[in-house]
């Protein structure tokens, strides 16, 4: 079935290191994004990419890094530099975007679960 | 002023009575409009997407637009208790072609038996 796979399900990081978190989609989609939740609030931008090798920082892309070496997968960095990382990250895709898209959802995938060790 | 605001709720509602959910946004060319239901440790699934003013129903499911007003509401007819979940509203801000979305921080919606 086409769909989202995101893994890892839990992921726990400790002080100092860098962690990586995988998103694949087999749904041909060209758009891809990386969102942030927090408990009790919404979800928020973190990076998107829209074609292969090329991103956009999103409205918190300071302590992540991203790459979009295929159409299928956009993997997720957590680096060091991001005090206070423990969230709940979701990667969702879309049909490209342009005028003719506008209308087109985008769709999750279960998600990773990130904690500070 | 957040660009998509909804009461956080909860909105607590009989088994079998109607949930209304209300969204407004701040972007007054905004287009397009999604209701996504996320239930507690999971992650959000699509409900409903509407692009014109008026009501659009998909079951017991109801999008109400009103572009003039700037708001965009979903009503869930004969609640059920799995209808509990925190409801997300996102808008597609013109100001990106390519579909980013900005999402409401949720309306948490219990229905009680």
């Known amino acids: 079935d086409g769909g989202i796979t995101q893994s890892p399900k839990y992921l726990f990081r400790k002080e100092g290191q860098n962690v990586t978190l995988s998103c694949e989609q087999n749904?041909?989609?060209?758009?891809m994004y990386w969102y942030r939740q927090d408990p009790g609030q919404g979800l928020r931008l973190i990076y998107y990419s829209q074609i292969v090798n090329d991103f956009q920082k999103g409205d918190i892309a300071e302590g992540y890094s991203v790459s979009r070496e295929k159409k299928e997968s956009f993997p997720l960095t957590v680096t060091s530099a991001q005090k206070n990382p423990t969230a709940f990250y979701l990667c969702?895709?879309?049909?490209?975007?342009?005028?003719?898209?506008?209308?087109?959802?985008?769709?999750f995938g279960d998600g990773t679960r990130l904690s500070i060790l | 002023q957040k660009e998509v605001e909804q009461n956080s709720g909860p909105l607590s509602v009989p088994e079998g009575a109607i949930a209304s959910l209300n969204c407004t946004y701040s972007d007054r060319v905004s287009q397009s409009f999604f209701w996504y239901r996320q239930y507690s440790g999971k992650s959000p699934e699509l409900i409903m997407s509407i692009y014109s003013n008026g009501d659009k129903e998909d079951g017991r499911f109801t999008a109400q637009l009103n572009k003039a007003s700037q708001y965009v509401s979903l009503l869930i007819r004969d609640s059920q208790p799995s209808d509990s979940a925190t409801y997300l509203c996102a808008v597609r801000v013109t100001t990106d072609s390519w579909g980013k979305l900005q999402f409401g921080a949720g309306t948490q919606v219990v229905v009680t038996p």
């Open positions: 969702a895709s879309s049909m490209a975007g342009g005028p003719g898209y506008s209308n087109q959802p985008q769709h």
């Open positions: 749904l041909n989609h060209d758009a």
